[in-house]
């Protein structure tokens, strides 16, 4: 059957959603409505429909919620023992409710540290896998560049870029940094260090990609009058580049969770919000339970868009990853 064939008579893919798919995709729907209502709200407007640092539902609501169902229980004394387990839990929702907004900025920086650094990292990894796989000389200096990144902790890099080399006061002085919605110095030294630590992860993936293409299809790419450079490009990398799609989405998960580190140069991302608010309410369980469902919308987020990926750009007959995620 051909592609056009199977396509007509196929039924959209919606339609075999089952009922585990759809409170997915709700979920999606909310957790995403939610944070890109704050961001817009909170980070464009400056609070124009809802006060900024305000929540959406007040935090005595659920407060009021769980001293009446906490009284209930308490009058049916051991028959209560259910309702005093909901009352706990919207006893938690009124302690961190006031706290999202002050997460969902959290949330802002960690996206975009993750995004912006990932994209820049993938720009210097395929030169550094492509010069590791194919150079002479070149190819020392990849290895040596990933063995350096690899072999020493992210942390230490960003300890080196913002109190070792004092990079942060050179961003500083340029124009715009720091003004209106334009990030800070430490946020923009977290995005060269992480741009740095991820391209050198990313190239190993890139790396062993490149290497499970079959030699031949260079040869062949010779073979029709194409410079090593012309057949690298146009014929190998969009093969090897597919293979390691699994290993990029890897990269992506860790960027995100790994974005935390941020906190430690005073970039106030995700992590770093959370911990400032328990250090002074003292709710430290709370604020760090909410910051990591935060974390884990994210993560379980970025890997079904980079299982769509892979499943739209995957090689017809090769890797088939039809009903991995089901």
């Given amino acids: 059957m051909s592609d056009?064939?199977?396509?007509?008579?196929?039924?959209?893919?919606?339609?075999?959603?089952?009922?585990?798919?759809?409170?997915?995709?709700?979920?999606?729907?909310?957790f995403w409505g939610w944070l890109v209502f704050r961001w817009v709200n909170d980070l464009l407007l400056g609070g124009g429909v809802v006060p900024r640092g305000q929540p959406l539902i007040p935090a005595e609501t659920f407060a009021g919620v769980a001293e009446s169902l906490s009284a209930t229980a308490d009058?049916?004394?051991v028959l209560g023992w259910p309702l005093s387990q909901v009352a706990g839990l919207f006893s938690f929702l009124a302690t961190g409710a006031s706290a999202l907004p002050a997460l969902a900025e959290g949330a802002w920086l960690t996206v975009l540290l993750t995004v912006t650094t990932i994209a820049l990292g993938f720009v210097i990894a395929v030169p550094l896998a492509v010069a590791r796989v194919y150079g002479?000389?070149?190819?020392?200096?990849?290895?040596?560049?990933?063995?350096?990144?690899?072999?020493?902790?992210?942390?230490?890099?960003?300890?080196?870029?913002?109190?070792?080399?004092?990079?942060?006061?050179?961003i500083r002085e340029l124009p715009l940094v720091g003004v209106g919605i334009v990030p800070g110095q430490a946020v923009w030294v977290a995005i060269i260090g992480f741009t740095i630590n991820g391209s050198a992860y990313q190239s190993e993936y890139i790396r062993a990609a490149i290497e499970g293409v079959d030699s031949g299809q260079l040869t062949a790419a010779r073979a029709v009058g194409m410079s090593k450079l012309a057949?690298?490009?146009?014929?190998?990398l969009p093969q090897g580049l597919r293979y390691a799609i699994p290993g990029w989405s890897n990269e992506l998960v860790y960027l995100i969770k790994y974005s935390s580190l941020a906190a430690f140069?005073?970039?106030?991302?995700?992590?770093?919000?959370?911990d400032a608010i328990a250090s002074e309410t003292f709710e430290f369980t709370t604020m760090y339970a909410f910051a990591a469902l935060l974390y884990l919308g994210l993560v379980l987020s970025a890997?079904?868009?980079?299982?769509?990926?892979?499943?739209?750009?995957?090689?017809?007959?090769?890797?088939?990853?039809?009903?991995?995620?089901r």
């Avoid at 290895?143 to 690899?150: D, K, P, Q």
């Avoid at 230490?156 to 004092?166: E, I, K, N, R, S």
């Avoid at 057949?231 to 190998?236: D, F, P, Q």
């Fill in 303 to 325: 890997s079904k868009v980079m299982s769509s990926v892979e499943r739209r750009f995957a090689i017809p007959g090769i890797g088939d990853v039809e009903g991995r995620d």
């Fill in 265 to 274: 140069i005073t970039v106030p991302e995700l992590f770093e919000r959370a």
């Fill in 231 to 236: 057949g690298i490009r146009h014929v190998v």
């Fill in 75 to 77: 009058a049916l004394g």
């Fill in 4 to 30: 056009v064939t199977r396509r007509a008579t196929a039924a959209p893919r919606w339609r075999s959603y089952g009922l585990r798919q759809w409170l997915g995709v709700a979920a999606a729907a909310l």
């Fill in 136 to 170: 002479e000389k070149t190819a020392w200096l990849s290895l040596g560049y990933t063995e350096l990144i690899r072999g020493t902790p992210l942390l230490a890099q960003l300890f080196v870029l913002y109190y070792g080399m004092g990079l942060s006061s050179w």
